[in-house]
């Protein structure tokens, strides 16, 4: 009965942080539009949110040392410029610009464009040589394109301004996730926790996100009675308190990530990631009232098999390499062992001779 109750456990671990990433990944974008509706601002928003990010990743990276007692990384200012600030950049961009497209479009249209990131991510991994060229990368991309120009095709909710933010920042969040793939991989920085990512990440990312900001938000902000020239104080603190909220949300999402990352697998987050589309755009539509016709949510599926079969050709490449892997390293081992039974082999024939030699 040992076996399985382990698996039942494990099983239920898994559900409970997949059930953990929904609340926040799904949270944030329903906040996002919730807010921004009243609240027509979003890149002050964003820089609220890296602000909250930065302030809980740093407390939870002093929680860190006073339980461990190891001191967390710190780069150093060449590393921190050099190696962190494109990352940095592309990400500011990547969120500031989805947020921004909340403005004109609805969540469905939204979540369909974002899912057209893969095809950016697979284009940069490939001129960045993290992924290996493949004939059925062809598929993923005709599946995913064909998808997407079916769900906006005779859109009545379809907005070109909305569409072109998103699409643009999905488009450079495929320059995001390659840099940050690239980031972590390097192990001598020691940025693999997502705490110590963030907290480095932040600063930069409000500093790239800053003059935007001033160019497209500071002067109406500054008039606008929703924060600055408020006038009375507790509908101040309600501004502030619901921006902080979302800052809170983005945290929660990275760290959620993390753990399901860490806890299960890579692979189960791309597929609850999958799974996590289908219930925005089930959501919307029955919470928000997105409109979706029948050509439009087939066009979802055709687009959501692409991201699948990209997901099963990622899963298989990652099993042939660790098969190679471990095939080689079977190799190495018996290469170090034959040579030692070889020496065995050749004292026994010498002191067979030399037995051999005594009888003469």
């Given amino acids: 009965m040992e076996y399985p109750l382990q698996f039942l456990c494990r099983g239920l671990r898994t559900v409970g942080l997949v059930l953990l990433y929904y609340c926040f990944s799904i949270g944030i974008t329903f906040y996002n539009k919730w807010l921004l509706k009243e609240f027509h601002f979003p890149l002050f928003m964003t820089l609220v949110h890296l602000m909250i990010i930065f302030i809980l990743a740093a407390v939870t990276r002093t929680l860190m040392q006073c339980w461990t007692g190891k001191p967390r990384v710190v780069l150093g200012w060449s590393q921190y410029l050099t190696k962190a ?8 961009l990547d969120i500031g610009l989805s947020n921004w497209s909340f403005l004109f479009i609805t969540i469905s249209l939204y979540t369909m464009t974002k899912s057209s990131a893969v095809l950016f991510i697979l284009f940069f991994s490939l001129v960045f040589k993290l992924e290996e060229k493949n004939p059925c990368l062809i598929v993923v991309v005709v599946l995913i394109a064909s998808g997407l120009f079916m ?35 390097k192990a001598e920085l020691g940025l ?7 907290y480095h990440l932040q600063p930069l990312m409000f500093v790239g996100l800053f003059p935007l900001f001033l160019y497209n938000e500071g002067l109406s902000l500054c008039l606008s009675e929703k924060l600055f020239r408020v006038s009375e104080l507790p509908s101040l603190l309600h501004s502030l308190l619901t921006l902080s909220a979302g800052g809170a949300l983005a945290f929660g999402l990275g760290f959620s990530e993390f753990l399901l990352v860490s806890k ?9 990631g999958i799974f996590k589309e289908v219930c925005t755009l089930l959501l919307a539509a ?18 959501l098999s692409g991201i699948s079969l990209h997901v099963g050709l990622k899963a298989c490449h990652s099993r042939g390499k660790a098969g190679q892997v471990r095939l080689q390293s079977l190799k190495n081992s018996s290469s170090d062992i034959l040579p030692l039974l070889r020496r065995d082999g050749c004292s026994e024939e010498e002191e067979e001779e030399e037995d051999h030699d005594e009888d003469h």
């Fill in 85 to 92: 600030a494109p990352t940095a950049l592309a990400t500011a």
């Fill in 151 to 185: 769900f906006t095709f005779e859109s009545t909710q379809f907005n070109v301004e909305g569409f072109v933010l998103v699409l643009l920042a999905s488009f450079i969040g495929g320059i995001r996730w390659t840099l940050t793939q690239i980031l972590l991989q």
């Fill in 192 to 198: 693999q926790n997502p705490v110590d990512t963030m």
């Fill in 264 to 272: 299960t697998s890579s692979l189960t987050l791309s597929i609850s």
């Fill in 286 to 303: 029955h919470l928000m009232g997105d409109e979706m016709s029948v050509l439009n949510w087939l066009g979802f599926a055709v687009c």
